[in-house]
Protein backbone atom coordinates (compact mmCIF):
# COMPACT_ATOMS: atom_id res chain seq x y z
CA UNK A 1 0.00 0.00 0.00
CA UNK A 2 1.17 3.42 -1.68
CA UNK A 3 2.70 5.63 1.82
CA UNK A 4 -0.37 8.63 2.14
CA UNK A 5 0.92 11.88 1.62
CA UNK A 6 0.61 14.47 4.28
CA UNK A 7 -1.92 17.05 3.65
CA UNK A 8 -0.13 20.57 2.93
CA UNK A 9 -0.89 22.80 5.68
CA UNK A 10 -3.70 25.30 3.99
CA UNK A 11 -4.18 27.54 7.41
CA UNK A 12 -2.45 30.13 6.55
CA UNK A 13 -3.92 30.84 3.17
CA UNK A 14 -6.08 33.11 4.38
CA UNK A 15 -3.91 35.09 6.19
CA UNK A 16 -1.99 35.60 3.29
CA UNK A 17 -4.95 36.28 1.00
CA UNK A 18 -6.08 38.99 4.01
CA UNK A 19 -2.60 40.36 3.23
CA UNK A 20 -3.32 41.13 -0.76
CA UNK A 21 -6.53 42.23 -0.04
CA UNK A 22 -5.07 45.06 1.88
CA UNK A 23 -2.55 45.77 -0.10
CA UNK A 24 -5.22 46.38 -3.14
CA UNK A 25 -7.18 48.21 -0.37
CA UNK A 26 -4.72 50.56 -0.14
CA UNK A 27 -3.21 51.33 -3.53
CA UNK A 28 -5.97 51.19 -5.31
CA UNK A 29 -9.44 53.64 -6.11
CA UNK A 30 -13.21 52.59 -6.46
CA UNK A 31 -12.94 55.07 -9.62
CA UNK A 32 -16.25 56.56 -11.25
CA UNK A 33 -15.57 59.98 -11.65
CA UNK A 34 -18.22 62.20 -13.03
CA UNK A 35 -18.51 65.41 -13.73
CA UNK A 36 -19.86 68.27 -16.49
CA UNK A 37 -18.62 67.61 -20.09
CA UNK A 38 -18.02 70.37 -22.43
CA UNK A 39 -16.37 71.60 -25.38
CA UNK A 40 -14.18 74.33 -25.60
CA UNK A 41 -14.67 76.71 -28.86
CA UNK A 42 -11.48 76.46 -30.78
CA UNK A 43 -8.69 79.40 -30.63
CA UNK A 44 -9.17 81.63 -32.76
CA UNK A 45 -6.52 81.95 -35.75
CA UNK A 46 -4.04 85.16 -34.42
CA UNK A 47 -3.34 86.34 -38.32
CA UNK A 48 -7.30 86.25 -39.56
CA UNK A 49 -9.48 89.16 -38.66
CA UNK A 50 -11.96 88.67 -35.83
CA UNK A 51 -15.45 88.87 -37.54
CA UNK A 52 -17.99 89.41 -35.30
CA UNK A 53 -20.45 87.04 -35.18
CA UNK A 54 -23.34 88.65 -35.75
CA UNK A 55 -25.79 87.19 -33.36
CA UNK A 56 -29.65 88.70 -33.07
CA UNK A 57 -30.04 90.36 -29.83
CA UNK A 58 -33.40 88.44 -28.99
CA UNK A 59 -31.27 84.98 -29.83
CA UNK A 60 -28.42 85.16 -26.74
CA UNK A 61 -28.59 85.72 -23.28
CA UNK A 62 -25.72 86.75 -21.10
CA UNK A 63 -25.55 84.68 -17.74
CA UNK A 64 -22.47 86.78 -15.58
CA UNK A 65 -21.32 85.40 -12.01
CA UNK A 66 -19.13 88.71 -10.50
CA UNK A 67 -16.41 88.27 -8.41
CA UNK A 68 -18.71 88.61 -5.41
CA UNK A 69 -19.93 85.58 -6.72
CA UNK A 70 -23.39 87.02 -7.93
CA UNK A 71 -25.48 86.19 -10.68
CA UNK A 72 -27.20 88.29 -13.08
CA UNK A 73 -29.23 86.51 -16.01
CA UNK A 74 -29.93 89.22 -19.02
CA UNK A 75 -29.22 92.37 -16.83
CA UNK A 76 -31.27 91.40 -14.10
CA UNK A 77 -29.89 90.22 -10.75
CA UNK A 78 -31.24 86.41 -10.06
CA UNK A 79 -30.48 83.48 -7.45
CA UNK A 80 -29.44 80.45 -8.57
CA UNK A 81 -32.45 79.02 -8.06
CA UNK A 82 -34.85 81.13 -10.67
CA UNK A 83 -32.32 80.44 -13.00
CA UNK A 84 -33.16 77.10 -14.25
CA UNK A 85 -36.65 78.46 -14.84
CA UNK A 86 -35.38 81.52 -16.72
CA UNK A 87 -33.21 79.45 -19.14
CA UNK A 88 -36.02 76.91 -20.22
CA UNK A 89 -38.43 79.74 -20.70
CA UNK A 90 -35.73 81.28 -23.11
CA UNK A 91 -34.98 78.32 -24.88
CA UNK A 92 -38.07 76.78 -25.65
CA UNK A 93 -39.73 80.56 -25.92
CA UNK A 94 -43.40 79.17 -26.04
CA UNK A 95 -45.46 81.84 -26.53
CA UNK A 96 -43.31 83.07 -29.19
CA UNK A 97 -42.67 86.23 -27.92
CA UNK A 98 -40.15 88.24 -30.40
CA UNK A 99 -37.79 89.38 -27.27
CA UNK A 100 -37.05 85.60 -26.72
CA UNK A 101 -35.12 83.51 -29.43
CA UNK A 102 -36.53 83.00 -32.79
CA UNK A 103 -36.63 79.21 -34.03
CA UNK A 104 -35.76 77.73 -37.65
CA UNK A 105 -37.56 74.55 -38.90
CA UNK A 106 -34.80 72.03 -39.49
CA UNK A 107 -34.47 68.90 -41.23
CA UNK A 108 -33.29 65.68 -39.06
CA UNK A 109 -32.61 62.77 -40.13
CA UNK A 110 -35.10 59.86 -39.15
CA UNK A 111 -36.89 62.50 -37.72
CA UNK A 112 -38.07 64.68 -40.30
CA UNK A 113 -38.90 68.63 -40.01
CA UNK A 114 -38.50 70.24 -36.50
CA UNK A 115 -38.47 73.97 -35.01
CA UNK A 116 -35.11 74.66 -33.25
CA UNK A 117 -34.38 77.62 -30.92
CA UNK A 118 -31.70 79.21 -31.88
CA UNK A 119 -30.96 80.60 -28.59
CA UNK A 120 -27.46 80.56 -27.51
CA UNK A 121 -26.75 80.71 -23.53
CA UNK A 122 -23.08 82.94 -23.12
CA UNK A 123 -21.50 82.24 -19.21
CA UNK A 124 -19.42 84.86 -18.33
CA UNK A 125 -17.24 84.63 -15.29
CA UNK A 126 -14.92 86.91 -13.32
CA UNK A 127 -11.57 86.28 -12.39
CA UNK A 128 -12.86 86.27 -8.79
CA UNK A 129 -15.65 83.63 -9.07
CA UNK A 130 -15.58 81.42 -7.25
CA UNK A 131 -15.24 77.45 -8.71
CA UNK A 132 -18.09 76.12 -6.81
CA UNK A 133 -20.99 79.08 -7.91
CA UNK A 134 -19.21 78.96 -11.24
CA UNK A 135 -20.17 74.95 -11.25
CA UNK A 136 -23.19 75.64 -9.67
CA UNK A 137 -24.58 77.62 -12.62
CA UNK A 138 -23.09 75.28 -15.42
CA UNK A 139 -25.45 72.47 -13.54
CA UNK A 140 -28.23 74.91 -13.45
CA UNK A 141 -28.24 75.92 -17.45
CA UNK A 142 -27.31 71.50 -17.85
CA UNK A 143 -30.38 70.80 -15.51
CA UNK A 144 -32.52 73.37 -18.23
CA UNK A 145 -31.58 71.41 -21.09
CA UNK A 146 -31.93 68.41 -19.53
CA UNK A 147 -35.73 69.36 -18.57
CA UNK A 148 -36.39 70.61 -22.03
CA UNK A 149 -35.12 67.05 -23.82
CA UNK A 150 -37.17 65.11 -21.27
CA UNK A 151 -40.16 67.18 -22.13
CA UNK A 152 -39.77 66.88 -25.77
CA UNK A 153 -39.27 63.61 -26.01
CA UNK A 154 -42.03 62.93 -23.36
CA UNK A 155 -44.46 64.24 -25.99
CA UNK A 156 -42.94 63.02 -29.19
CA UNK A 157 -41.77 58.68 -27.39
CA UNK A 158 -43.99 58.93 -24.39
CA UNK A 159 -40.86 58.32 -22.76
CA UNK A 160 -37.95 59.72 -21.03
CA UNK A 161 -34.32 61.13 -22.93
CA UNK A 162 -32.78 58.73 -21.17
CA UNK A 163 -34.63 55.72 -21.69
CA UNK A 164 -34.72 56.33 -25.15
CA UNK A 165 -32.65 54.60 -28.01
CA UNK A 166 -28.94 55.96 -28.82
CA UNK A 167 -30.85 56.97 -32.23
CA UNK A 168 -33.97 58.76 -30.33
CA UNK A 169 -31.20 60.69 -28.51
CA UNK A 170 -29.49 61.35 -31.30
CA UNK A 171 -32.82 62.97 -32.79
CA UNK A 172 -33.67 64.65 -29.04
CA UNK A 173 -30.11 66.52 -28.80
CA UNK A 174 -30.57 67.99 -32.45
CA UNK A 175 -33.94 69.43 -32.00
CA UNK A 176 -32.83 70.46 -28.02
CA UNK A 177 -29.27 71.76 -28.53
CA UNK A 178 -27.36 72.64 -25.59
CA UNK A 179 -25.59 76.05 -26.67
CA UNK A 180 -23.87 76.86 -23.83
CA UNK A 181 -20.96 79.24 -24.61
CA UNK A 182 -18.43 79.98 -22.43
CA UNK A 183 -17.18 83.38 -22.86
CA UNK A 184 -13.35 84.66 -23.86
CA UNK A 185 -12.37 85.69 -20.78
CA UNK A 186 -12.61 89.69 -20.72
CA UNK A 187 -9.54 91.92 -21.13
CA UNK A 188 -8.23 93.58 -17.77
CA UNK A 189 -9.59 96.53 -17.21
CA UNK A 190 -7.88 99.65 -18.74
CA UNK A 191 -7.37 102.25 -17.29
CA UNK B 1 -18.22 20.69 21.19
CA UNK B 2 -16.87 20.81 17.43
CA UNK B 3 -14.51 23.28 16.15
CA UNK B 4 -15.63 25.59 13.22
CA UNK B 5 -14.56 24.53 10.37
CA UNK B 6 -12.68 27.69 8.68
CA UNK B 7 -11.52 25.60 5.56
CA UNK B 8 -13.80 27.66 3.43
CA UNK B 9 -12.09 31.13 4.57
CA UNK B 10 -9.38 31.02 2.08
CA UNK B 11 -11.84 31.00 -0.73
CA UNK B 12 -14.82 33.93 0.78
CA UNK B 13 -11.02 36.13 1.30
CA UNK B 14 -9.99 34.94 -2.31
CA UNK B 15 -13.37 36.38 -3.77
CA UNK B 16 -13.42 39.77 -1.90
CA UNK B 17 -10.09 40.19 -3.24
CA UNK B 18 -11.64 39.43 -6.97
CA UNK B 19 -13.69 41.68 -5.98
CA UNK B 20 -12.12 44.36 -5.38
CA UNK B 21 -9.27 44.13 -7.86
CA UNK B 22 -11.90 44.18 -10.61
CA UNK B 23 -13.99 47.13 -9.28
CA UNK B 24 -11.27 49.37 -8.50
CA UNK B 25 -7.87 51.04 -10.22
CA UNK B 26 -4.35 51.85 -9.48
CA UNK B 27 -3.95 55.26 -8.25
CA UNK B 28 -1.85 56.48 -10.72
CA UNK B 29 -0.43 59.80 -8.63
CA UNK B 30 -0.08 61.26 -5.68
CA UNK B 31 -2.58 64.36 -4.95
CA UNK B 32 -0.67 66.78 -3.60
CA UNK B 33 -3.08 69.50 -3.85
CA UNK B 34 -6.53 68.79 -1.87
CA UNK B 35 -8.98 69.16 -4.18
CA UNK B 36 -12.55 68.75 -2.47
CA UNK B 37 -15.13 68.72 -5.76
CA UNK B 38 -17.91 70.67 -5.94
CA UNK B 39 -21.62 69.42 -6.11
CA UNK B 40 -23.61 69.31 -9.00
CA UNK B 41 -26.94 67.25 -9.60
CA UNK B 42 -26.39 67.04 -13.56
CA UNK B 43 -23.20 64.75 -13.84
CA UNK B 44 -22.48 62.21 -16.38
CA UNK B 45 -19.96 59.83 -16.38
CA UNK B 46 -16.29 60.23 -18.10
CA UNK B 47 -17.03 57.63 -20.79
CA UNK B 48 -13.41 56.20 -21.77
CA UNK B 49 -11.24 57.04 -18.56
CA UNK B 50 -8.14 55.26 -20.14
CA UNK B 51 -8.13 58.20 -22.38
CA UNK B 52 -8.50 61.41 -19.54
CA UNK B 53 -5.58 63.15 -18.67
CA UNK B 54 -6.33 65.28 -15.50
CA UNK B 55 -5.76 68.60 -14.44
CA UNK B 56 -5.92 69.08 -10.26
CA UNK B 57 -6.20 72.69 -9.27
CA UNK B 58 -6.44 73.49 -5.28
CA UNK B 59 -4.36 74.73 -2.68
CA UNK B 60 -1.18 72.12 -1.28
CA UNK B 61 -1.94 69.51 0.92
CA UNK B 62 -1.47 70.40 4.57
CA UNK B 63 2.40 69.17 5.25
CA UNK B 64 3.55 71.39 1.82
CA UNK B 65 1.87 74.05 2.75
CA UNK B 66 5.20 75.42 4.34
CA UNK B 67 7.03 75.31 0.99
CA UNK B 68 4.89 76.13 -1.47
CA UNK B 69 2.12 78.56 0.26
CA UNK B 70 -1.56 78.23 0.29
CA UNK B 71 -2.36 79.56 -2.97
CA UNK B 72 -3.69 77.64 -5.67
CA UNK B 73 -1.55 75.83 -7.50
CA UNK B 74 -1.73 73.54 -10.98
CA UNK B 75 -0.87 69.73 -10.60
CA UNK B 76 0.30 67.43 -13.51
CA UNK B 77 1.21 64.24 -13.32
CA UNK B 78 3.49 64.10 -9.89
CA UNK B 79 4.16 67.57 -9.47
CA UNK B 80 3.43 71.65 -8.88
CA UNK B 81 3.50 73.09 -12.67
CA UNK B 82 2.29 76.14 -13.91
CA UNK B 83 0.15 76.97 -16.76
CA UNK B 84 2.92 76.83 -19.59
CA UNK B 85 3.67 73.70 -18.75
CA UNK B 86 0.11 72.37 -19.92
CA UNK B 87 1.02 72.39 -23.33
CA UNK B 88 4.07 69.89 -22.85
CA UNK B 89 2.03 67.86 -20.68
CA UNK B 90 -0.64 67.71 -23.13
CA UNK B 91 1.83 66.82 -25.97
CA UNK B 92 3.29 63.90 -23.46
CA UNK B 93 -0.44 62.54 -23.13
CA UNK B 94 -1.60 62.83 -26.93
CA UNK B 95 1.81 60.79 -28.17
CA UNK B 96 1.10 58.46 -25.32
CA UNK B 97 -1.87 57.35 -27.25
CA UNK B 98 -3.26 55.78 -30.78
CA UNK B 99 -3.65 57.66 -33.64
CA UNK B 100 -7.49 57.08 -33.36
CA UNK B 101 -8.33 57.49 -29.76
CA UNK B 102 -6.73 61.11 -29.98
CA UNK B 103 -9.68 63.40 -30.46
CA UNK B 104 -11.68 61.21 -28.15
CA UNK B 105 -8.97 62.46 -25.14
CA UNK B 106 -10.67 64.27 -22.43
CA UNK B 107 -9.25 66.76 -20.20
CA UNK B 108 -11.16 66.20 -16.57
CA UNK B 109 -10.42 69.63 -14.86
CA UNK B 110 -10.65 68.99 -11.04
CA UNK B 111 -10.37 71.98 -9.24
CA UNK B 112 -11.31 72.26 -5.58
CA UNK B 113 -14.66 74.34 -4.55
CA UNK B 114 -12.75 77.48 -3.28
CA UNK B 115 -10.37 78.29 -6.08
CA UNK B 116 -11.07 80.77 -8.07
CA UNK B 117 -11.62 81.25 -11.50
CA UNK B 118 -8.53 83.07 -12.64
CA UNK B 119 -6.74 80.16 -12.70
CA UNK B 120 -9.11 78.00 -14.29
CA UNK B 121 -9.24 80.33 -17.07
CA UNK B 122 -6.03 80.43 -17.53
CA UNK B 123 -6.07 76.83 -18.09
CA UNK B 124 -8.83 77.07 -20.31
CA UNK B 125 -7.15 79.15 -22.41
CA UNK B 126 -3.77 77.37 -22.87
CA UNK B 127 -6.37 73.88 -23.46
CA UNK B 128 -7.58 75.88 -26.38
CA UNK B 129 -4.11 76.77 -27.78
CA UNK B 130 -3.13 73.04 -27.92
CA UNK B 131 -6.56 72.21 -29.12
CA UNK B 132 -7.26 70.11 -26.58
CA UNK B 133 -10.97 70.98 -26.41
CA UNK B 134 -12.82 68.37 -24.93
CA UNK B 135 -12.87 69.02 -21.06
CA UNK B 136 -14.47 67.74 -18.09
CA UNK B 137 -15.11 69.99 -15.08
CA UNK B 138 -15.01 66.98 -12.50
CA UNK B 139 -18.15 67.42 -9.93
CA UNK B 140 -19.69 64.89 -7.68
CA UNK B 141 -23.50 63.78 -6.84
CA UNK B 142 -24.60 65.66 -4.03
CA UNK B 143 -24.29 63.74 -0.64
CA UNK B 144 -21.47 61.52 -1.99
CA UNK B 145 -18.03 62.21 -0.30
Redesign the interface.
Known amino acids: MAKKTPEIN??S??DI??L??CY??M?????????????????PDQNQKVEDQKVNRRNIVVVRINAQDRLFAGSEPMDVTQLKDKMKEFLSNPADDPELPEKTEIDIEGYGKCLVSKGVISLQ????????A???V??EL??AV?ELRDEWSMSTYGKKYSRLTEEQQEIVRKAVPQNIS?AE?KEEKKK | MPAISTSSLPDIVFMLLFFFMVTTQMRDTENKVAVKLPEASEVVKLERKDLASYINIGSPVKHLQAQYGTDARIQLNDSFKTVEDIRDFIAAERDAMSEGDRQLMTVSIKADENVRMGIVTDVKQELRRCSALKIMYAARKPGIE
Open positions: SSTAAFLLFLTTTMGSQTGLSRRLPPMNDRGTSYQYIAQNVKNEP
